[in-house]
């Protein structure tokens, strides 16, 4: 199973790019790549989805480098309302066996500060 | 319904009593997750499943903990003789399908118990 390594936690101010980078050193031919965020008191939400190169939509982006070891999901001009934990997941969307697609790490508390 | 639902929101129980929680997906999801949360760490993988099939329940505790969805829709997580140590948030997912596009989970608000 692919895992996951991710910083702990970041600071960072209003206005300013925040990324988070994942390492998925085992990723496997058939895994894709999933970020979800946590807001307090909530259950996580999808955010993005990616298998190489480079995934935007209209809340971020999300960038995998062509050994797809590691992706960095990358928030534009973050505001105080972005301040979540974000959790990367890597698996084979394709299987039906549970695996590590469906599997949570610690994720990444994100403060984002006036 | 509109989003994931699930009831009760909040349970207090004694030690030794059973819980049953309660998940109510997104109508037409065939796939539906049970996760469990502590306090500042991520989203525990308990079990989920396709249809009334419960695909994998590798992430069960230990035999107090059982999961059914009988007619494939509403489906009851259960706990018997409950410990301290079942005290979380007890989230449940579902989406569309788990193998069919991007796989997104929708959760519900969770179901917060606590154990004395």
Same mark, same amino acid.
């Given at each position: 199973?692919?895992?996951?390594?991710?910083? &702990?936690?970041?600071?960072? !101010?209003?206005?300013?790019?925040?990324?988070?980078?994942?390492?998925?050193?085992?990723?496997?031919?058939?895994? !894709?790549?999933?970020? !979800?965020?946590?807001?307090?008191?909530?259950?996580?939400?999808? &955010?993005?989805?990616?298998? %190489?190169? %480079?995934?935007?939509?209209?809340? #971020?982006?999300?960038?995998?480098? #062509?050994?797809? %070891?590691?992706?960095?999901?990358?928030?534009?001009? +973050?505001?105080?309302?972005?301040? #979540? +934990?974000? !959790?990367?997941?890597?698996?084979?969307?394709?299987?039906?066996? #549970?695996?590590?697609?469906?599997?949570?790490?610690?994720?990444?508390?994100?403060? +984002?500060?006036? | 319904?509109?989003?994931? @639902?699930? @009831?009760?929101?909040?349970?207090?129980?004694?030690?030794?009593?059973?819980?049953?929680?309660?998940?109510?997906?997104? $109508?037409?999801?065939? $796939?539906? /997750?049970? /996760?469990?949360?502590?306090?500042?760490?991520?989203? =525990?993988?308990?079990?989920?499943?396709? /249809? *009334?099939?419960?695909?994998?329940? @590798?992430?069960?505790?230990?035999?107090?903990?059982?999961?059914?969805?009988? =007619?494939? @829709?509403?489906?009851?997580?259960?706990?018997?003789?409950?410990?301290?140590?079942?005290?979380?948030? /007890?989230?449940?997912?579902? $989406?569309?399908?788990?193998? *069919?596009?991007?796989? *997104?989970?929708?959760?519900?608000?969770?179901?917060?118990?606590?154990?004395?």
């Amino acid at each position: 199973l692919a895992k996951t390594t991710q910083p &702990i936690s970041m600071d960072s !101010y209003e206005g300013q790019e925040v990324n988070i980078t994942c390492s998925h050193n085992n990723i496997a031919t058939n895994d !894709y790549i999933t970020w !979800y965020q946590q807001f307090p008191s909530q259950g996580p939400r999808f &955010i993005i989805q990616g298998y %190489k190169t %480079k995934v935007t939509n209209e809340v #971020a982006s999300l960038f995998i480098p #062509a050994d797809r %070891k590691s992706s960095t999901l990358s928030l534009p001009r +973050v505001s105080l309302s972005d301040t #979540a +934990v974000y !959790y990367c997941l890597v698996g084979d969307r394709g299987a039906l066996e #549970a695996g590590n697609m469906l599997t949570f790490g610690g994720g990444t508390r994100l403060m +984002v500060k006036p | 319904g509109a989003g994931v @639902s699930q @009831s009760p929101r909040y349970k207090v129980t004694k030690r030794g009593q059973d819980v049953a929680l309660r998940c109510d997906p997104i $109508s037409g999801h065939v $796939s539906l /997750y049970w /996760y469990r949360q502590a306090l500042g760490q991520g989203p =525990e993988f308990l079990t989920y499943f396709n /249809y *009334e099939a419960q695909q994998d329940k @590798s992430g069960l505790p230990n035999d107090r903990f059982s999961a059914e969805r009988p =007619e494939g @829709s509403i489906s009851t997580l259960t706990i018997q003789r409950t410990e301290q140590r079942d005290s979380a948030m /007890y989230r449940c997912a579902s $989406s569309l399908f788990l193998g *069919e596009g991007t796989g *997104e989970l929708f959760f519900g608000e969770g179901s917060r118990l606590t154990v004395l």
